[in-house]
């Protein structure tokens, strides 16, 4: 079956934009997660999302973060007015709900670039 | 709150050499730990996880040990190839609720022949 499939793969944007980036994930899976890996940084959890609850937003690192996860598959992060500190890869990953795993799968990432 | 901490690289070996990484972590809880690979130019995979102390993860001639004494989950191979070069990422995550990954800062490994 396919994996977990992100959308644009590179996306160049000028300071001051506002982008969206797309998350595909695993049919059946029920929980979806954004993660960033920029070089400043590292790793890091940005927002998860399982079924109908409440997002966890915990990790989005300012109000210019958002995401949405309609009809419990498909998410978009948005990221409004965009910053050169913006610049990342932003990797989205998913996670069945099966009491026999707790791995999470990732996509390939979104490359961010803010001029 | 949670955190993990890896040997910092790059790490640079012959083929057939053995490997370690090493990883330790600091939890509040009963974390399951993991290891992951990116390989030049993919994304993220899982190369192999343990849930419970003493567990021993394995894969593709990787080991790792669960070990909850020295909060450690070090990262072993005992004969490297060429195309285990990589960047190796060390992570723990809650049991329960979100499970989100925190990760260790990377490892870069280039294998030469």
């Known amino acids: 079956g396919a994996g977990v499939s992100q959308s644009p793969s590179n996306k160049v944007t000028e300071k001051g934009k506002d982008v969206e980036l797309r998350c595909d994930p695993i049919s059946g899976h029920t929980a979806l997660y954004w993660y960033r890996q920029s070089l400043g940084q590292g790793l890091e959890f940005l927002i998860y999302?399982?079924?109908?609850?409440?997002?966890?937003k915990s990790g989005l690192p300012s109000d210019r973060f958002s995401a949405e996860r309609t009809g419990g598959s498909v998410s978009t992060l948005t990221i409004q007015r965009t910053q050169q500190e913006d610049s990342a890869v932003y990797l989205c990953a998913s996670r069945s709900r099966a009491l026999s795993t707790d791995t999470q799968y990732f996509g390939p990432g979104t490359r961010l670039t803010v001029l | 709150g949670d955190s993990v901490t890896q040997m910092e690289g790059p790490v640079t070996l012959s083929e057939e050499a053995f490997l370690t990484i090493n990883c330790t972590y600091t939890?509040?809880?009963?974390?399951?730990l993991f290891w992951y690979v990116q390989y030049p130019g993919e994304g993220l995979q899982l190369l192999l996880k343990a849930t419970k102390a003493d567990d021993k993860g394995s894969n593709k001639g990787f080991e790792a040990t669960y070990r909850k004494e020295t909060t450690s989950f070090h990262l072993e191979k005992g004969s490297v190839q060429v195309s285990d070069s990589a960047v190796y990422f060390c992570?723990?995550?809650?049991?329960?609720?979100?499970?989100?990954?925190?990760f260790g800062q990377g490892t870069r490994l280039t294998i030469n022949p």
């Open positions: 999302f399982q079924g109908n609850s409440a997002p966890d």
């Open positions: 992570a723990l995550s809650d049991q329960q609720g979100a499970q989100k990954l925190v």
């Open positions: 939890a509040t809880g009963y974390p399951s």
